[in-house]
């Protein structure tokens, strides 16, 4: 897995995140959840963590992302939640 980004490179979580090429989510079986594969390994997925990453597909801008996802969990002020969401996958190189 690639290092994740240094803290003094804080660069703007993308306005239309998309998953890194090098990185595939699928549904488990054996894991009953959601995974982000990768040459090196996987990373297991919680409930929230996948529904966002499945939605970064580079359509979609971040407010939008945040409205379906509110909608989703029938939730509202989320926003934190997914953007730190979104600034942890972007700092690992799972987002673009």
Do not use: H
Not at 68 to 94: C, H, P, V, Y
């Amino acid at each position: 897995m690639t290092e994740p980004k240094q803290a003094e490179n804080m660069e703007a979580i993308p306005q239309r995140p998309r998953l890194n090429r090098l990185f595939r989510l699928q549904w488990e079986d054996a894991q009953q959840a959601y995974v982000l594969l990768y040459p090196e390994g996987m990373v297991k997925l919680n409930i929230s963590a996948a529904e966002i990453l499945k939605r970064c597909d580079g359509t979609r801008t971040v407010d939008t992302l945040v409205n379906e996802i509110e909608q989703a969990f029938a939730k509202t002020g989320l926003r934190d939640q997914i953007e730190g969401m979104l600034r942890a996958s972007f700092d690992n190189d799972w987002i673009q």
